[in-house]
């Protein structure tokens, strides 16, 4: 069996192990950059939810100065204040 000698089997095993290697570190390289925009993915999170926090808690301070200012507008007037011609949306509702 002239295939199966010394080195054509030697030659094989470099040739898969070449390959393999080569797959091995694709597959490093490619979990390594997913690892690096995981982790800018997450920075970007904490980011925007203190961002998010910082909205919510200004429009729940200018709600509160609409308040007062309609309240002050009855008191100084004796009218109802016109009626706020901005809803909010009920998606945000549980939010502020």
Known sequence: MYWLNADLVQATGI????????????QARQVRQ????I???EDQLAEDRS?????????RAL??????LGAFIKLRTGE??????VAI???LEDEL
Do not use: S
């Open 63 to 68: 709600l509160r100065h609409i308040e007062e």
């Open 15 to 26: 040739a898969i192990a070449t390959v393999v290697g080569a797959l091995t570190a694709w």
């Open 80 to 85: 109802a204040p016109p009626a706020n011609p």
């Open 39 to 41: 982790e800018a993915l």
């Open 89 to 91: 949306p009920t998606t």
């Open 34 to 37: 997913l690892r690096e925009r």
């Open 51 to 59: 961002r998010f926090k910082a909205a919510v808690r200004m429009i």
